[in-house]
């Protein structure tokens, strides 16, 4: 988490610099007006996001999670992890969270693969946007191209992956601060 928030610091400085540099004071205050309008959108987002995944992680048991979308689970944690990724609905802050919260509490690294490949490749409640900003046809199109890539990518994750779990896990409870 240190070394994250450093590089995210860094980069804000070195932007911040840039913005003074191009604009002076008012164009850096410009760029926090921005980002303070961002954030207070965001909140409400991430509450409800972290919420989610705690309340996850306390009411389903690892046991559960392992039936399901662990290590036994084979093609059904897979197929489980794609259609909750194409289900649930909000951006990277509501299910990288859950993803983390998956791995926790006892899913395979496949599963969470194509929990995330379906999230991005799948939403459903993209549709409607879809269909109307480009058409019911190419929509229809990109659905069925994309429709085996959640499954392989878990697929190819449990094969690539299963020998790092651990060191994934470790990785995200340091990030957490779990540890």
């Given at each position: 988490m240190q070394k994250t928030f450093l590089g995210m610091g860094a980069a804000a400085l070195i932007l911040i610099i840039s913005a003074w540099l191009q604009g002076g004071w008012a164009l850096v205050n410009e760029g926090f007006h921005v980002s303070g309008k961002m954030l207070l959108q965001v909140i409400p987002l991430l509450l409800l996001a972290f919420t989610t995944a705690g309340l996850i992680?306390?009411?389903?048991?690892?046991?559960?999670?392992?039936h399901w979308l662990g290590q036994g689970s084979g093609w059904k944690g897979i197929t489980l992890g794609a259609l909750a990724g194409a289900l649930i609905p909000g951006g990277p802050y509501v299910f990288f969270p859950l993803a983390a919260t998956f791995l926790i509490s006892g899913a395979r690294v496949g599963t969470v693969v194509s929990f995330i490949t379906a999230k991005n490749l799948w939403t459903v409640t993209r549709i409607p946007m879809e269909v109307a900003l480009i058409?019911?046809?190419?929509?229809?199109?990109?659905?069925?191209?994309?429709?085996?890539?959640?499954?392989?990518?878990?697929?190819?994750?449990?094969?690539?992956?299963?020998?790092?779990?651990?060191?994934?896990?470790?990785?995200?409870?340091?990030?957490q601060k779990l540890d």
């Open positions: 992680s306390v009411l389903f048991s690892e046991e559960t999670v392992s058409g019911p046809e190419i929509t229809f199109v990109r659905y069925v191209v994309t429709f085996v890539f959640p499954i392989i990518s878990g697929i190819i994750a449990n094969l690539l992956l299963s020998g790092y779990t651990e060191k994934i896990l470790t990785g995200i409870r340091k990030l």
